[in-house]
């Protein structure tokens, strides 16, 4: 196994996943009881992983140095090669240039860690997400790899097999990220090879699920969306009818939703859904509320009173959610992680309730769903379907929400919708929606002066949403949509388009 060091990176569970691609087991923990696990004698390599704090700041995470000295192969990923060389008398100073996004790398030695198979490969595309970094490795260590503004974006004391790298091997963006943690994996005596997901990976998860709740009612979280039709469909495989899927109409839904979702699993399904309309009730509850966190923890709640009031008239105890791994992280989910966003269904629930969660994909993320998807013969139009969010246009509407803002933005996001079934899906596109900026500004209409709406539109090249950049769309498609919006909704007068990559602007701008 390889234990992996939390110190609060929103990837650290990517480094597992990733290592789990691998077939290789892990072990995440805070770092502060490492020596004692060490002991247990199950590792063969320790990775550090990134975090938010600066080595230097207060209360900073830290870890044992005996650590470095136990014999085993380690990694550390930025703030995890900051810890390292900050312990072993190395220096790390804050960086002149906060760096986020990509970077280009130029490999100056060569070693294990870089060790490309199929070609010889002297420059990568990585990606960076850091303020400080190491201006001076610990004695022993040399620097194997730079990039423009980092002069030790890769240590290695190859005598010791310990190693540092700036960047993070475990996002997509980064170029032969998996082949680099492949080779620390070989370094460590290891012998990596690829795990599919396969038919009896998914029927265990399905008797897990009958295992955990036995002959108890259960009532699910049915949004429609792949997550939480995936995670229902795999807990009706499980226990059939003693499970009850409901589906809340918030009024926070896009145009036809509610429709389309009674169309596709009436059709297809045995199973029967529960649809319960609830708009005017979370409209109330929104009344006046501007804040983003405080918008997601009240439809959080909403959502949860009427689980369990549905829960109640069913004696369920407990309640199937389609939470899947960035959720919970961007949750803040683990210890020295920093919270971004209470997502709806992990960060949104209060304290005191009543339903035990059942999250079957809670481990998962996106592409791993879809594979399970699939296996349980999905058709590709549920398992390949856009993300969209649990807390719905609320979180798409700067400032409060209201019964005609999210008219005009249903009207103008089912025009991105119906332009975007008619082109040939965009490759890598992971989302494209648009968003009321709440911004009002001047325009001409005919002959007279038209002060309306600001619409944005997002779309997101991404693989696992962790990470992504803006899609570079063709500028007549964007122009159609433009043109469409500002003539058929009349509320709007003004079209932009959201050209941020993800980090450090997330996907949802709420
Ligand atoms: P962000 O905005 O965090 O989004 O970059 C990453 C992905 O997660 C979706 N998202 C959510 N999904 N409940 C959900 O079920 C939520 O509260 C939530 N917030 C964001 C978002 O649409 C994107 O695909």
Known sequence: MILILDFGSQSTHLISRRLRE????????????????????????????????????????????????????????????????????????????????????????????????????????????????????????????VTETIPHAAVADEARKLYGIQFHPEVVHTQFGLQILENFARICGLNPKEQPITEEFVNNIIADIKDSVKDTPVVGALSGGVDSSIACLLVYKAIGDQFTPIYIDSGLMRQDETKELEEVFGKNYDMKVTIVKAEDRFIDNLKGVTDPETKRKIIGRTFIEILDEEAQKRNATFLVQGTIYPDVIESAGTKHSKNIKSHHNVGGLPADMKLTLLEPLRNFYKDEVRKIGSILKLPEAITHRYPFPGPGLAIRMIGEVTKEKLSTLRKSDAIVQEELSKIEKPANLWQMFAIHTGIKTTGVRGDDRAYGDTIAIRAIDAVDAMSGNFSQLPWEFLEKISIRIVTEVVEVNRVVYDITNKPPATIEWE
Do not use: R
């Not at 240039?97 to 595309?125: C, M, Q, R, V, W």
């Open 22 to 145: 691998l077939s290789i087991e892990t072990y995440i923990m805070p770092p502060e009881d490492a020596v004692e696990e060490l002991k247990t004698g199950k590792y063969k390599g320790i990775i550090l992983s990134g975090g938010p704090a600066s080595v230097y700041e207060d209360g900073a995470p830290t870890m044992d140095k005996t650590i470095f000295e136990m014999g085993i192969p380690l990694l550390g990923i930025c703030y995890g090669e900051q810890l390292m060389a900050h312990l072993m008398q190395g220096e790390v100073k804050s960086g002149l240039k906060k760096e986020y996004g990509p970077a280009i790398l130029e490999i100056k030695k060569a070693s294990p860690l870089f060790h490309f198979p199929d070609a010889e490969i002297t420059t990568l595309n990585v990606w960076m997400s850091h303020g400080d970094d190491v201006v001076a490795p610990p004695a022993g260590f040399e620097s194997i790899a």
